[in-house]
């Protein structure tokens, strides 16, 4: 049976590969050649034409393929009151390759105020048709969990209790402000929950002097007080992402070490979930996942590279997910977005659309 609300039998995560045309534009701007009103123009008609894509490509859903931002979450972060995004001296790396030297501190008082991307959500809305505008955002253990207590101002937050606590209601705060600008549909991305399933990062964690099984109850308990009281027509989805950068990655390893708290205590509407290669494990993790109406879309479509999956492979997949959890609460989509940084993944627009169509194609076919 096909879904008439979020999420749909056929989603997709939120990022697509930037146009020329944004990327000249952006040069321009750096430059000083235009302003940001010129800036903003563009952007606007990119994304109105992404938009039109999505939709010839059979989806009801449609965001904005993160068009305004150069990442997936620093950009956010750094319209939160008491947060700052900084050069630091190395970037993230990741396997084989490194991002620019970027990272983001708390200096102040969490708070979400006139955030940017609130006015990015209304055009988006203004331009769906009548498809659903999703909206994307980090996760808020995203930021915590890279620098720790290192980077959250002791003098503000002497106290890590109070700061995931004002964490909480940070996100709190900017739910229902995405909600009063028309959002009903939102994903919080996470790369956290991925990197404590790996027994490579949780040395790193611990030798950082952290426990990676406490940080899991953590952030499971601050997803949970900023999801209270939420809007029963807003749905609010978790990306749990292993790392998408250039069509690199950084973690691996199944869901098992975070199952029973990610999918037995965190109160989100939908889970997506990774499942584009070995690095993902099993179906097994997904016995946790709560039986009734909690989705579980599964990323089975790479977007990693532009080779099209068998479609008769994806749909044996989904049956032996199915075996785990009711075949009722699964949904399909693309692994991750294809540009979670402006750099984009290794694959061509055709592709990437091709993509697209084949999860809207099995869908249609399986359900």
């Not at 997709?12 to 750096?30: D, H």
Request: charged letters at 25%.
């Amino acid at each position: 049976m096909q879904r008439l609300t979020a999420p749909f039998r056929a989603d997709i995560v939120g990022s697509f590969l930037r146009p020329l045309t944004i990327k000249r534009a952006r040069e321009q701007f750096a430059a000083g050649d235009i302003d940001a009103i010129a800036l903003r123009h563009v952007e606007d008609e990119a994304i109105h034409e992404v938009v039109t894509q999505q939709r010839a490509s059979g989806l009801k859903v449609v965001t904005d393929g993160e068009f305004r931002r150069a990442w997936w979450h620093f950009d956010f972060f750094n319209g939160l009151q008491g947060v700052e995004v900084y050069d630091s001296e190395q970037g993230i790396q990741f396997n084989g390759v490194q991002t620019k030297a970027h990272g983001v501190r708390v200096i102040g008082k969490l708070g979400f105020g006139d955030h940017p991307m609130l006015d990015d959500f209304r055009y988006l809305n203004s331009i769906s048709g009548d498809a659903v505008a999703k909206m994307t955002i980090p996760s808020p253990s995203v930021l915590h969990f890279r620098g720790g207590r290192k980077v959250i101002d002791a003098t503000v937050y002497p106290d890590l209790e109070q700061y995931f606590d004002d964490l909480a209601q940070t996100y709190r705060d900017a739910i229902a402000a995405f909600y009063a600008a028309g959002c009903r549909y939102l994903q919080l991305d996470d790369t956290v929950w991925a990197y404590l399933c790996s027994e490579d990062q949780k040395r790193q964690i611990r030798e950082r002097g952290d426990d990676p099984e406490q940080l899991a109850h953590i952030y499971a308990r601050v997803l949970n007080k900023a999801l209270e009281n939420k809007p029963a027509d807003l749905t609010v989805g978790l990306h749990v992402c292993r790392g998408n950068f250039r069509s690199t990655w950084i973690s691996e390893g199944g869901y098992e070490p975070v199952a029973e708290v990610l999918f037995g205590t965190v109160n989100v509407d939908a889970f997506f979930l990774e499942y584009d290669n070995d690095r993902s494990g099993g179906f097994e993790p997904l016995r946790f996942v709560k039986p009734g109406n909690q989705q579980v879309v599964l990323g089975l479509i790479t977007t990693k590279n532009g080779t099209l999956e068998d479609p008769e492979v994806v749909k044996a997949r989904i049956e032996e997910a199915a075996k785990f959890v009711d075949i009722n609460q699964i949904c399909l989509s693309p692994q991750c977005g294809f540009a979670s940084t402006e750099e984009g993944n290794s694959l061509t627009d055709a592709q990437q659309w091709a993509k697209d169509r084949l999860v809207v194609d099995i869908a249609k076919a399986l359900w």
